[in-house]
């Protein structure tokens, strides 16, 4: 005999647990983050703060994006303002996709039972979707 209470749990920790897996896959795969280092992802919030510091004062030092830039042969001032687009994007689109994960989770937690916890279809959408 299996504790009602016990198998609920289990099946919203699944649930939770599930609900992670596929918001981190949804960001991974829009952002390409499954095809960069992780060593390189270090750096996007040092990007982000170099870029949002260059947009607000254009002679803001920016030494990762330089170091970057240099590396590539690529324009300077092209790859700050493409950093600050990216930045901005990312921004959005963590901040909704981790909203919706949270009103999952809350849904989750608010099951009252097996059937209301399976009743939950977890999908990620854009911003503006």
Not at 51 to 61: E, T
Request: hydrophobic share 50%; proline share 3%.
């Amino acid at each position: 005999v299996v504790d009602p209470k016990l198998a609920l749990g289990y099946v919203k920790g699944a649930k939770l647990t599930a609900a992670a897996q596929q918001a981190q896959a949804f960001i991974s795969t829009l952002t390409g983050m499954d095809t960069v280092p992780d060593f390189e992802k270090a750096t996007w919030s040092i990007q982000a703060a170099e870029a949002q510091a260059w947009a607000v004062d254009n002679k803001a030092a920016t030494p990762v994006l330089s170091g970057i830039a240099a590396a590539r042969g690529a324009d300077i001032n092209e790859l700050r303002s493409k950093a600050l687009q990216k930045a901005r994007a990312y921004t959005a689109l963590s901040a909704h996709v981790a909203g919706q994960r949270q009103a999952y989770e809350d849904a989750i937690n608010a099951a009252k039972d097996l059937a209301a916890v399976e009743a939950i279809k977890i999908h990620y959408t854009v911003p503006g979707a």
